[in-house]
């Protein structure tokens, strides 16, 4: 049985957000000088979006686009 099989990132169809914008959502949380929410606004996508990668890149369970 292969391990691993959801698709990542882009290849999920319910991503809401492409591979670039999640890099640069990446980029700015681990700057520290933007809270989530006006990182969301910027980006047009829910909270909860950027909590998920703000989670993946802690490593935490629940974390999404921490394959990046």
Request: one cysteine or more.
């Amino acid at each position: 049985v292969e391990r691993d099989r959801t698709p990542k990132g882009e290849r999920n169809g319910r991503a809401t957000i492409t591979e670039a914008a999640a890099r640069e959502i990446k980029a700015l949380l681990l700057r520290g000088r933007c809270k989530q929410a006006a990182v969301a606004r910027f980006f047009g996508v829910p909270v909860h979006v950027v909590a998920g990668i703000a989670r993946g890149i802690r490593g935490l369970k629940g974390g999404t686009w921490a394959h990046l």
